[in-house]
């Protein structure tokens, strides 16, 4: 069985299940993906609850707003004392104050529930934090607890070291998420947020503990470097193993979408081993190494989505990152860019996308600077 951590008397497993990307039933991106596929999605649960996760966590817009439906099914077989279930408020998608509370009827009517476990404000940086203290969306959310609406009161991060300071000090918080790995431990001041919600006594949640997947596909000298050390563990394992030893980690969220994933996870947090200093500095080559290959700090969200001109910003940068760490080669990466309609030329910089980045990419630059040189202008060429 999973191990757990106590949090206020509860037993919390240390791997939580996140369903931002699941198995679907059409090839289109998945965590934009509305055709979840229902039978081999909880199958996953399954298993997962079956080996001791209880955390379950999911958002109002994954997969096209139809995470929090599916969720809500897959878990009703169970006692629902039996596990947690974490759901989050869009404070940028409430135009007016009154949206709140539609949202919040909404996601307990999509999930069948009567009560969100963990429920947060999603995706604070300064400007979504403002919104929300000018709405009194922690005044709405804590009412919300006394009518026994939610449980436990938190956020997930995105923004710089001095809008966490804030947001810390501003209120009383049960828990926070952050994006947490062993490529941001430096990259993205996520030592730094640590630290801060530590000392504050806040019990962390880690999201993106292998960076949207990149961790688990990490190119070959890499993946020479873990196998070295310890054979059978896979790169995967060494990401969850690095985040998980972090004392003030609750739980780590996984976006699984096949077995041989949860299974692997599962492995990881059964008897779980805290590394050691030898294997810290392994993940900390691991991520020097890493930053030399100038990849795109892109994990996949696709908060970016809705551009006006239809451009598959997150698809056009994944081809590039898997161009630079040498998982594809410069011939496989050409043909699969101009099998995407949504090409990088196409950007008018409005914007809009780097205005929901979590990561704060400068998409428009990127676009053109990175993605418009290394593609398109071998295409004129070749013409």
């Not at 449980?151 to 918080?173: C, N």
């Not at 630079?324 to 409005?350: F, H, M, N, P, W």
């Amino acid at each position: 069985m999973i191990d757990t951590r106590e949090f206020k008397n509860q037993q919390i497993s240390m791997l939580g299940f996140g369903t931002m990307r699941l198995p679907c039933k059409t090839p289109l991106k998945r965590e934009a993906n509305p055709m979840i596929d229902y039978q081999k999605g909880e199958d996953l649960i399954d298993l997962a609850y079956q080996c001791g996760v209880n955390y379950f966590d999911t958002a109002y817009m994954y997969h096209a707003g139809k995470s929090e439906k599916f969720i809500g099914s897959a878990l009703k077989k169970y006692p629902r004392e039996s596990y947690y279930l974490a759901d989050k408020l869009p404070i940028w998608m409430c135009p007016t104050k009154k949206d709140m509370e539609r949202i919040f009827k909404k996601q307990l009517s999509r999930t069948g529930h009567d009560y969100f476990d963990f429920y947060l404000l999603h995706s604070l940086n300064g400007d979504n934090f403002d919104k929300a203290e000018k709405f009194g969306a922690y005044e709405f959310l804590t009412q919300k607890k006394v009518e026994g609406k939610i449980k436990y009161l938190g956020f997930s991060f995105h923004g710089t070291i001095e809008d966490l300071e804030r947001i810390v000090a501003a209120h009383k918080w049960d828990f926070a998420q952050i994006q947490l790995n062993y490529l941001d431990w430096k990259n993205q001041d996520a030592q730094k947020q640590y630290e801060i919600l530590t000392k504050a006594g806040i019990p962390v949640i880690v999201m993106e503990p292998v960076r949207g997947g990149k961790l688990a596909n990490v190119t070959k000298d890499i993946e020479e470097m873990f196998k070295k050390a310890d054979p059978d563990a896979t790169p995967a394992s060494w990401a969850m193993r690095f985040v998980g030893s972090k004392e003030n980690v609750l739980t780590v969220l996984s976006g699984m979408y096949s077995i041989e994933q949860v299974q692997d996870n599962i492995n990881t947090f059964t008897d779980f081993r805290p590394m050691d200093e030898r294997e810290l500095k392994i993940c900390a080559n691991a991520a020097a190494m890493i930053n030399k290959s100038d990849i795109i700090p892109c994990t996949g969200c696709d908060y970016c989505a809705g551009c006006p001109k239809d451009v598959k910003i997150s698809t056009l940068f994944a081809i590039y990152n898997q161009l630079k760490t040498g998982e594809i080669d410069k011939t496989e990466a050409q043909a699969q860019y101009d099998r995407v309609d949504g090409k990088a030329s196409l950007c008018i910089r409005c914007q809009k996308c780097a205005d929901h980045c979590p990561q704060a990419i400068k998409i428009p630059e990127l676009l053109q600077s990175v993605v418009c040189e290394t593609f398109e202008a071998v295409s004129e060429t070749a013409e």
